[in-house]
């Protein structure tokens, strides 16, 4: 009975069955999950009678399984590839076990092989993100598969991973570094829950590759083949789309291909119609070298020389998304004259995807007022009065506060350019960065007084700026300012570049 479902499981999934007394001798591979044979211009692949915890193949009824599933879900990319699964007999004509037998294709036409030549590799990417993005477009999708999206399943994958990292840390992997994959890791999940549920909403997770590695894909004259996505654990291999290209992302990144691999993302982003803040592909690639960090812990563990030291090199780069992927709030205050805008523009244009907020704007928006040029005269009223009375301004704060908590929850990184000045708001935007779990940067402009009225004159005489400062607003805020002792000190009578470069490296 079981073997009629077994072959009726087969045959509704389309998998052909082949019989066979042995595998043909032939040159050997062996992974950390199988064995390959390569004779002829067919593939053997047996599955090692292994449990690692991630996977098992410990009785042959589950690799039997997992040969039948890596067959029906590869054929999604490959058809061509993925011929077959064989009952492999003994002697006495009985089955001992099972592999998948696949097309064998050119080791030059690796992609793999074509990033370590150096050769041109653009148009294959390109052919590659599109393929992916259609092949997305049509995996499978329903409430349960979307819950892979969640943040407490992603949690659970990376908290689950820093645990079966245990028997090799302080060994193979630096203790130091997996403490902080998990710190980090946690910290970022902890504060994007609407980010994560709009990926959810908008069918973002998918049943997907799962393993999209440079080794696996070969670039051929007509299109390439994408091979080897994971068979023995479907959590593993749902999830959101944008996790699913980072892996081949990061692959690249290992092999020195760091520009390509952007490219990369970029051409898919833009077949797939898909968009997300950088922080989260970030996460995404973190997640990709970490998986990969923990299978090479197991290679080195069964005696592979080489992958001790690419596990640690892997998780290094765990750590370095990890870090580029930390959200941030960041306060650009100062005087009126001091330069506020110019640093907190040039960073907002240099560093992608940053969102920049002004005081100035917000304080017109909400006045119904045009964003784009100084408020009338008989709307201002003088200093502390009209929109600068304490209660507009206590209103204009709450409002970026907001506007800046939304944008953090999104993954977004954000600069606000307002003054600064009293203390109460600087502790409520603290308290919002914590809330939202993201670093605080606090930086203050500063210049010579002489200097900031020169630049409020010149302002005022173009009366293109938005901002409404004047000497006299400059005076009376300098007199009012609580001391900022936690904000780094920005001084701006430098050139607009080199005051600019030295904020992106407090941000850094």
């Known amino acids: 009975m079981t073997g009629d479902r077994t072959a009726t499981a087969r045959r509704a999934a389309g998998v052909p069955r082949w019989d066979l007394a042995a595998v043909p001798a032939g040159e050997v591979v062996e992974t950390h999950s199988a064995t390959l044979t390569f004779a002829g211009d067919l593939v053997y692949k047996v599955k090692k009678p292994l449990d690692l915890g ?99 399943t992603l949690a659970g994958l990376w908290r689950e991973g820093v645990e079966q990292l245990a028997p090799f840390r302080g060994g193979i992997l630096d203790d130091a570094a997996v403490a902080e994959i998990d710190r980090l890791s946690a910290r970022y999940l902890a504060g994007r829950e609407p980010l994560l549920r709009e990926r959810m909403l908008a069918g973002r997770v998918r049943d997907g590759h799962g393993d999209l590695q440079a080794d696996d894909i070969f670039c051929l004259p007509d299109g390439p083949r994408i091979l080897d996505c994971i068979e023995f654990d479907q959590r593993l291999r749902v999830g959101d789309v944008l996790g699913d290209v980072a892996f081949l992302a990061m692959d690249l990144e290992r092999l020195g291909a760091g520009a390509e691999a952007a490219r ?196 005022a005489a173009v009366g293109s700026d938005v901002s409404d400062a004047t000497a006299e607003v400059h005076a009376a805020l300098a007199t009012r300012a609580d001391p900022w002792p936690s904000a780094t000190v920005i001084h701006t009578a430098a050139p607009v570049t080199e005051t600019a470069a030295t904020a992106r490296r407090q941000l850094r």
């Open 264 to 459: 990369f993302l970029a051409w898919y982003r833009e077949f797939a119609g898909e968009t997300h803040p950088p922080s989260l592909a970030d996460l995404y690639l973190a997640y990709r070298a970490f998986v990969r960090a923990k299978v090479s812990c197991v290679r080195a563990a069964q005696g592979d020389s080489d992958a001790a030291d690419l596990a640690r090199r892997l998780a290094d780069l765990t750590v370095d998304h990890l870090r580029r992927g930390r959200v941030r709030l960041v306060l650009v205050g100062g005087l009126p004259g001091t330069g506020k805008s110019n640093p907190d523009s040039r960073l907002a244009d240099a560093e992608d995807g940053w969102v920049l907020l002004r005081s100035d704007v917000v304080r017109k928006e909400l006045a119904g007022l045009p964003a784009d040029r100084p408020a009338p005269p008989s709307r201002l009223g003088g200093i502390g009065r009209g929109l600068y009375a304490p209660a507009m301004t206590e209103v204009v704060y709450a409002e970026l506060l907001r506007r800046a908590g939304n944008a953090l929850a999104r993954g977004e990184n954000v600069l606000v350019d307002a003054s600064w000045s009293s203390a109460a708001d600087r502790a409520c935007a603290a308290r919002l960065a914590a809330a939202r779990h993201a670093d605080l940067v606090e930086l203050r402009c500063a210049t010579a007084p002489e200097v900031a009225a020169a630049r409020i004159a010149r302002r």
């Open 54 to 152: 991630f996977l098992d193949f410990s009785t042959r009824a589950r690799r039997l399984a997992a040969c039948e599933q890596e067959v029906a879900l590869n054929r999604r990319l490959a058809p061509d590839v993925y011929l077959a699964v064989a009952d492999l007999r003994d002697s006495a004509g009985q089955v001992v076990d099972h592999a998948v037998v696949m097309r064998r294709l050119p080791e030059r036409r690796r992609l793999s092989t074509l990033v370590r030549r150096g050769l041109p590799v653009d148009d294959a990417l390109r052919a590659i993100a599109r393929k992916l993005a259609a092949f997305h477009a049509a995996c499978e999708t329903s409430p349960q598969i979307t819950a892979a999206g969640s943040r407490e």
